[in-house]
Antibody, heavy 120, light 110 residues
Framework: QLQLQESGPGLVKPSETLSLTCTFSGGSISSYTYYWGWIRQPPGKGLEWIGNIYYSGTTYYNPSLKSRVTISVDTSKNQFSLKLSSVTAADTAVYYC????????????WGQGTLVTVSS | QSALTQPASVSGSPGQSITISCTGTSSDVGSYNLVSWYQHHPGKAPKLMIYEVSKRPSGVSNRFSGSKSGNTASLTISGLQAEDEAHYYCCSYAGSSTLVFGGGTKVTVL
């Protein structure tokens, strides 16, 4: 059974780096077919695409976040990760990881999301 | 890259049909047939309902349909049911390997 599970600290201090990991189970993250992505939803707001990564390490980022975002993949652990630096309260959100169909631009499978609050 | 525009809320009675609009620009919705729609019940994982404007994934009810005209995409839910009450988000490819989402629409079944 397919599962995407986000994990990481639920509380991050302003100016620090937010770090999350997404573990994929029920399949291989090294599949040629899929990309892997991060999406977030601030409280009371809509979804915002953060970026995508292929198993080879190729990345695509939202231009508005690109200077602060790093997405990486660890195929040995079937995981991919998100780092967002210099966070502020505006980065408080539910963060989702998801699977994107390669050659297309939609997410066919999502994790349940994890809330990250930026506060001192 | 601005968020796609969706109405904040849409409501309908059971059995009725409703349509949610998703307005973008000639740089995203208008240029690519790569619009997708997601259903989101609070606390759960978002679910893909429509991809490539009008295609339905296996397992999604045929009560859900998608279309596009110019810079506006639409999601229609026919035969509205209580279980359809959720938030719905559109998403479009925006060129240069980027994606943009809409602000979301809350669907209420009266």
């Amino acid at each position: 059974q397919l599962q995407l599970q986000e994990s990481g600290p639920g509380l991050v201090k302003p100016s620090e780096t937010l770090s999350l990991t997404c573990t994929f189970s029920g399949g291989s993250i090294s599949s040629y077919t899929y990309y892997w992505g991060w999406i977030r939803q601030p409280p009371g707001k809509g979804l915002e695409w953060i970026g995508n990564i292929y198993y080879s390490g190729t990345t695509y980022y939202n231009p508005s976040l690109k200077s602060r975002v790093t997405i990486s993949v660890d195929t040995s652990k079937n995981q991919f990760s998100l780092k967002l630096s210099s966070v502020t309260a505006a980065d408080t959100a539910v963060y989702y990881c998801a699977r994107r169909v390669g050659g297309d631009w939609y997410f066919d499978f999502w994790g349940q999301g994890t809330l990250v609050t930026v506060s001192s | 890259q601005s968020a796609l525009t969706q109405p904040a809320s849409v409501s309908g009675s059971p059995g009725q049909s409703i349509t949610i609009s998703c307005t973008g620009t000639s740089s995203d919705v208008g240029s690519y047939n790569l619009v997708s729609w997601y259903q989101h019940h609070p606390g759960k994982a978002p679910k893909l309902m429509i991809y490539e404007v009008s295609k339905r994934p296996s397992g999604v009810s045929n009560r859900f349909s998608g279309s596009k005209s110019g810079n506006t995409a639409s999601l229609t839910i026919s035969g509205l049911q209580a279980e359809d009450e959720a938030h719905y988000y559109c998403c479009s490819y925006a060129g240069s390997s980027t994606l943009v989402f809409g602000g979301g629409t809350k669907v209420t079944v009266l």
